[in-house]
């Protein structure tokens, strides 16, 4: 199966897609596109944006209604009779006792560690593995690229067991080591990165060649620095990925200095007790990092999914 | 799949203690076969031992575990809840996805906006995602009581009802997860092209009649690769059920990836657990080869 589905995602270096929010003049093709698919009447145009406002808007509820709660005081939070906006106007309690735990800063920093290291090996590692079976050859490639590809089918969630037993034996239990290695193999991002490097072109590697640049040159200062859309693209999805990981750091941290931030922000919940005002602080400050690069790299973010559009949870 | 390698040109560098083409794999191979191949070697063992995170040496039993695995009724409970979550998530997250897309390719004003909105939730780790919903479904708190409560209704026990508490699980994995489907869609609906509406606009042809005619027929192939990717997710299940439930109530929720989890890490049956992870595993490979099937079929 794999071969089939990976492949439609998969584009080709010299047709690149028409991404969502592709720059050029998207005015203009959005008036467009509004008259070839719901045609000129204004009565179509209006149904068609109040269903989208109120899907939007149920979409939006749960984190205006989280925001809402983290800046209200405990009382509020917990009085089942104003459950709209406070009785005693707003406050920034929940943050300021949240922030000054200290655990919330260390985890996110523990995840921004962890998922940094995880992006930086995993792409490279993945690059230069989709190079050699791209464009070299060596006893094994086939045999060992067919591995590869089947490999994606494996679900990680099968390995916890042995990997568990694995980092108990090398004592990487609770290290920085033992929550990043297991997560740095991604079959799936050197198939493809090798088809990327498949679709691009040889003629400039010839010239480069000629000139007498060896392999890793033509790798590092040619093939990579033509591939950087691509490189970006799996690296995004490589970074959230990592930084939503949950099942893994979640068996193998005990040591909440070193919890990163889904499994330490859910593993004391219990000790808020009730306070959801400042739960819901927590959970803010918690989403704000990614929610923040998501606004910064839009473009990039529904980019890398639709063209390495794998994964999911 | 295949390319013919860049031929090595003869008599240069062949001096080299490592072909080049080694030298690039090496470090991935290494990796795949310290961390993926090893442990499912490992696991593969260990399902056949009583190996268990007390202290012993474990000892070889043969296919006890899997034997017992069988006879195992919560082994199967949890096998099923995660089948019927994969249903009852899947076909929301497909059909919800390809009507998110559908809107906003239209063009309408407030791009910006829609795109934020349906893909946010799906940058929050899985921790902050449970809070919120926690949250949303607190039974006398929880903003969902609130509304059932202005709109004349009940109360509804979200997490702690039985007949209700997958369909909890599942409508937020719906909020979290749609909009990478949404942008999946998109990206598809981009590449129809616009000769096929414009030659509909000169026939004729209202809205409904071009979704219909040319729309959805052309997002047929996407759809089956969204489907299959999205079953294969949430086959996978586990993150949010632990956080949402913790299985509960009564384990009424709990999926197999759970039960794994509770078996050995808080049983310490590592061997029967590993058992476990292959019976999953066969399971997921046995949805994968219906889904590749599937997707022949579609190919023809």
Not at chain 1, 10 to 16: D, E, F, G, I
Not at chain 2, 285 to 295: D, G, K, P, R, V
Request: proline share 7%.
């Amino acid at each position: 199966m794999t071969s089939t589905e990976l492949s439609v995602r998969t584009p080709s270096a010299q047709r690149p897609p028409r991404m969502p929010g592709s720059a050029g003049t998207r005015g203009d093709r959005r008036g467009r596109t509004t008259n070839l698919t719901l045609g000129p009447s204004p009565l179509a145009r209006a149904v068609a944006l109040a269903v989208l406002a109120v899907i939007a808007l149920a979409w939006l509820l749960p984190m205006l209604w989280a925001l809402l709660t983290a800046f209200k005081s405990e009382q509020d939070a917990s009085d089942p009779e104003h459950w709209g906006l406070p009785r005693h106007g707003f406050t920034l309690r929940g943050f300021r006792i949240v922030w000054e735990r200290g655990d919330l800063p260390l985890w996110m920093l523990n995840s921004f560690l962890i998922a940094t290291a995880v992006t930086v090996v995993t792409v490279l590692v993945s690059a230069m593995a989709g190079y050699a079976f791209s464009r070299t050859s060596f006893a094994g490639r086939r045999p060992l690229f067919a591995l590869t590809v089947a490999a994606v089918l494996v679900p990680p969630q099968i390995l916890i067991v042995p990997w568990f037993r694995q980092m108990l034996g090398l004592h990487l239990l609770d290290t920085y080591a033992g929550v990043i290695l297991p997560q740095t193999v991604a079959p799936v991002m050197v198939f493809i990165l090798k088809k990327h490097f498949d679709s691009l072109p040889r003629e400039l590697e010839e010239a480069a060649r000629i000139d007498g640049a060896g392999h890793w040159r033509i790798f590092w200062s040619v093939l990579l620095p033509l591939s950087r859309p691509m490189l970006a693209a799996v690296a995004i999805f490589v970074f959230i990925g990592a930084w939503n990981n949950f099942l893994w750091p979640f068996v193998s941290t005990s040591d909440p200095a070193l919890m990163t931030l889904p499994v330490g922000i859910t593993s004391v919940k219990d000790a808020y007790g009730v306070q959801y005002a400042q739960t819901m602080a927590s959970a803010v400050l918690a989403a704000l990092p990614l929610v923040a690069v998501f606004l910064f790299f839009q473009r990039h973010i529904v980019k890398s999914v639709a063209t390495t559009g794998l994964g999911g949870q | 799949m295949s390319s013919s390698p860049a031929s090595p040109r003869p008599g240069v560098r062949s001096t080299r203690l490592l072909p080049p083409g080694l030298f690039f794999a090496l470090p991935f191979l290494a990796l795949f076969a310290f961390f993926m191949l090893w442990p499912l070697a490992q696991g593969l063992w260990m399902s056949l031992t009583d190996s268990s995170l007390s202290a012993h040496d474990p000892s070889f039993v043969g296919l006890d575990n899997f034997t017992e695995a069988f006879k195992d009724a919560e082994m199967w409970r949890s096998l099923w809840h995660t089948v019927w979550f994969t249903v009852i998530s899947t076909v929301p997250l497909v059909v919800v996805a390809l009507g998110m897309a559908l809107l906003v390719h239209t063009g309408l004003p407030g791009q910006w906006v829609w795109r934020l909105a349906f893909f946010a939730p799906y940058l929050l780790p899985v921790g902050v995602v449970s809070l919120l919903w926690i949250w949303l479904y607190q039974p006398d708190l929880g903003l969902l009581n609130h509304l059932l409560d202005v709109v004349g209704l009940g109360q509804v026990g979200w997490l702690s009802d039985r007949s209700v508490a997958m369909w909890a699980v599942a409508l937020t994995t719906l909020w979290w997860t749609v909009g990478f489907n949404f942008l999946l869609y998109l990206a598809a609906l981009q590449s129809v092209p616009d000769h096929l509406y414009e030659a509909a606009a000169i026939d004729g042809a209202g809205a409904w009649r071009r979704l219909w005619s040319i729309t959805l027929p052309q997002l047929g192939r996407i759809t089956t690769v969204v489907t299959v990717l999205q079953a294969l997710a949430s086959l996978k299940v586990f993150d949010q059920v632990y956080l949402l439930t913790k299985g509960g109530p009564d384990n009424s929720t709990r999926p197999v990836i759970e039960y794994l989890y509770d078996v050995g890490f808080t049983g310490y049956r590592l061997g029967y657990a590993s058992a476990i992870s292959y019976i999953f595993f066969a399971l997921v490979l046995l949805a994968s080869a219906a889904q590749y099937a599937a997707l022949r079929r579609r190919e023809k």
